[in-house]
C-alpha cells in the first residue's frame, strides 16, 4: 500500500543532542514539507521541498535542518539550538495543486512526538 | 502571506444534533483550495472535505457539509447528526493553486466535543 511512513513513534532527546525524525513516501510525489505542532498552535510550518535537491524554510526553521537527497525521502534534523523541541511532528507529501486537478490534498504521516530528557 | 483563522477554540454538540464551526481566511488571491481536516485522538490526520475556490457550490461528503463564502473569506463546517466519532481536533486549512508544489497554511484548530 503507498503511503507516509514516520519513526520512530516517540523519540527523546538529551540536552544538546541532534536528532533526526525520518520520513519516507512511496506515493512517487514531488513536494514534501514538515509540520511542527504544539497545543494551541495548530501545524505551523517548518520546511518544505518541491523537488529533490530542493527545499525552502517554512515559518519556523529556525533550529531545524533537512535534506532532500532522494525522492522518497525528507528527514528532519532538530539541532541543538532549537531550545523548545517537545512537539508532536508531522510529515506530508502532496502533488502539485491546480484548477481541476484531484491532487491538491496532502497526505499525511502518523507523526513522531518528540520530548525532552 | 495567508492567515487562516478558527475562532472557536472548543465546542460541543450533543448526539444527533448540527454542529457549525467557523473558519476564516485571508488572501489576495483568486484561486486556491480550502480544507477541513480532522485529527482523533490517535493524531492522524485525516481529510474531511475540500472546497475549490472557482466552484460556487458548497462541497459536502455525507453528514459533512461546507458554506463557502468567498467575498466574505468565510469556510464553516457542518455537521450534521453528530456521532460521538465525531469527536477531534478540527483544522482547517488553505493552500495556493498557483503552479507547482504550495504548503497549507493552517488554522489553529476546534476541539470537538460530542455528548452522549
Known amino acids: 500500500d503507498g503511503g507516509i511512513t514516520q519513526s520512530p513513534k516517540y523519540l527523546f532527546r538529551k540536552e544538546g543532542q541532534n536528532v533526526t525524525l525520518s520520513c519516507e513516501q512511496n506515493l512517487n510525489h514531488d513536494a514534501m514539507y514538515w509540520y511542527r505542532q504544539d497545543p494551541g498552535q495548530g501545524l505551523r510550518l517548518i520546511y518544505y521541498s518541491q523537488i529533490v ?9 529556525e533550529g531545524y535542518s533537512v535534506s532532500r537527497e532522494k525522492k522518497e525521502s525528507f528527514p528532519l534534523t532538530v539541532t541543538s539550538a532549537q531550545k523548545n523541541p517537545t ?16 491532487n491538491e490534498k496532502l497526505f499525511f504521516g502518523s507523526g513522531t512526538q518528540l520530548s525532552v530528557l | 502571506a495567508q492567515t487562516v483563522t478558527q475562532s472557536q477554540p472548543e465546542m460541543s454538540v450533543q448526539e444527533a444534533e448540527t454542529v457549525t464551526l467557523s473558519c476564516t481566511y485571508d488572501t489576495s488571491e483568486s484561486d486556491y483550495y480550502l ?16 472546497q475549490e475556490a472557482y466552484k460556487q457550490q458548497n462541497a459536502t461528503e455525507n453528514r459533512f457539509s461546507v458554506n463557502f463564502q ?3 473569506k468565510s469556510f464553516s463546517l457542518k ?19 498557483g503552479s507547482g508544489n504550495t504548503p497549507l497554511v493552517f488554522g489553529k484548530g476546534t476541539r470537538l466535543s460530542v455528548i452522549a
Open chain 2, 70 to 72: 468567498k467575498a466574505a
Open chain 1, 87 to 102: 512537539a508532536f511532528y508531522l510529515c506530508a507529501s502532496s502533488m502539485p495543486a491546480g484548477q481541476g486537478s484531484t
Open chain 2, 35 to 50: 480544507f477541513w481536516y480532522k485529527q482523533p485522538p490517535s493524531r492522524q490526520m485525516i481529510l474531511v472535505i475540500r
Open chain 2, 79 to 97: 455537521i450534521s447528526d453528530s456521532q460521538l466519532g465525531d469527536a477531534a481536533m478540527y483544522f482547517c486549512a488553505y493552500r495556493s493553486a
Open chain 1, 53 to 61: 535537491n530542493d527545499f525552502q524554510k517554512g515559518d519556523i526553521a
